[in-house]
């Protein structure tokens, strides 16, 4: 785990409060004991080389390893308290992006347990481990293998998220069709279960896919109901992402009043729960939308402000969208070779990253731009780029506009 000083630390504390759960005070008592003996010792045989901008590094591997083996001979005698205290272990290890002894863990504990409850919880994180790590035909598979069980056990909460995982995995890979398929398997175990963030969660992934296909109207209704069921105590930052997508559905569905209303609502928010990443996706999305207003003021203002928080945090696939909408507002303007520069930005970093629909959409606004200098020929074949891209990722609606639109010119 490349973690920070201070991560570090705050790694261990997790780990403490879950031997405090699992095990007791006189386990801590010697964790901490041998702890502050070593860490004496080193301190006076290697001051220098411990010793930094961020202070003494307090928090090794041997720590870890060391308060596990305590625990392990604790527990070594209740099967079901060893089992949990693993699982707690792994979702401690995934929140500080250990995937490599999660999936260690994981491992070990799967050769161990003999219930096929278990069994199936242990391939439902060695999924996740997985596809945090981008390995997404060994995520598949463990998913899959997960979801044989919960079939087997009739666990329809079980089977929901196995199939949204499986849909998620498809997502990342840009196969719109493969996902949708798969969240609509797993919405389908709906009125089976009473898990309210599950099927949330499964509609919202249904919603952002229907976007990705070009179903703008149908994803704006999955979000608008979703948003109408909520549960008072929704995360913010979950209702948000609900309005944000819901607001660019209006958009591109060509209800721009609405898109307006929502994605005001969306930044007002954003600002209230003081998150700027969902604030800078906001006003991105609203800025492109004030485009289809003839606003471009407000739009550059917007855009300006998205684009500085997005370096800030430095989200390359945004600052390549923004790119492009800067684009759209300077061909709107008539400044075509500062228009083109920036798509060539877009274009170039969107490459980079394999942001397959972003991708897309830069061809698109490079076709528009081709059209107004009355390059047919360049116009053709930027569309025929965006086809490429947008058959690759089973983006059914956008395949059939861009089709339209090539037969058009001939």
């Not at 290697?46 to 083996?69: N, S, Y």
């Not at 347990?113 to 996740?128: D, E, H, I, R, Y």
């Not at 800030?312 to 500062?338: C, M, P, S, W």
Request: hydrophobic letters at 40%; aromatic letters at 10%; glycine letters at 4%.
């Amino acid at each position: 785990m490349n973690l920070s000083n201070t991560q570090k630390n705050q790694f261990l504390e997790r780990l403490l409060e879950i031997s405090r759960e699992y095990g007791n005070e006189e386990i801590i008592d010697r964790f901490r004991h041998v702890k502050s003996e070593r860490e004496k010792y080193l301190r006076e045989q290697w001051k220098e080389q411990i010793t930094g901008d961020e202070g003494p590094a307090f928090f090794r591997d041997v720590d870890f390893e060391h308060l596990r083996v305590l625990l392990y001979n604790h527990l070594d005698s209740e099967p079901d308290q060893y089992f949990q205290f693993n699982i707690a272990l792994v979702k401690a290890c995934i929140q500080f992006s250990g995937y490599e002894k999660a999936q260690a863990i994981l491992n070990a504990l799967l050769d161990k347990v003999v219930s096929n409850t278990k069994q199936a919880k242990v391939l439902m994180l060695l999924g996740k481990v997985a596809l945090l790590r981008n390995e997404y035909e060994q995520s598949t598979e463990y998913y899959k293998r997960a979801l044989s069980i919960h079939d087997r056990l009739q666990n329809f909460r079980g089977i929901a998220s196995a199939y949204n995982n499986l849909g998620i995995i498809a997502h990342e890979q840009w196969q719109a069709e493969t996902g949708k398929m798969y969240f609509e398997k797993a919405n389908e175990q709906s009125p089976k279960h009473d898990d309210t963030y599950t099927k949330m969660f499964i509609r919202m992934n249904l919603g952002i896919v229907n976007i990705l296909q070009g179903y703008y109207e149908k994803a704006f209704r999955i979000f608008e109901s979703l948003l109408e069921n909520k549960t008072e105590d929704t995360n913010p930052g979950i209702k948000l992402h609900l309005m944000i997508n819901q607001g660019i559905s209006a958009r591109d569905a060509g209800n721009y009043a609405q898109a307006i209303k929502i994605l005001s609502a969306a930044k007002k928010l954003s600002v209230e729960v003081k998150n700027q990443r969902l604030l800078a996706l906001s006003k991105h999305g609203h800025a492109e939308t004030l485009i289809f207003l003839d606003e471009l003021d407000k739009c550059e203002n917007e855009l300006v402000d998205a684009f500085k928080i997005f370096s800030k945090i430095y989200n390359r696939n945004f600052i390549a969208d923004t790119y492009r909408v800067f684009g759209l507002v300077h061909i709107e303007r008539g400044q075509y070779e500062l228009a083109e520069s920036e798509i060539q930005i877009s274009l170039r970093i969107n490459n980079e990253n394999g942001n397959i629909p972003n991708l897309a959409e830069a061809y698109k606004a490079y076709s528009k731009l081709a059209k107004i200098r009355g390059d047919i020929a360049r116009q053709r074949e930027c569309l025929k780029k965006a086809l490429a891209l947008c058959e690759t990722m089973q983006a059914t609606k956008r395949v059939e506009q861009l089709q339209g639109e090539l037969a058009a010119l001939g």
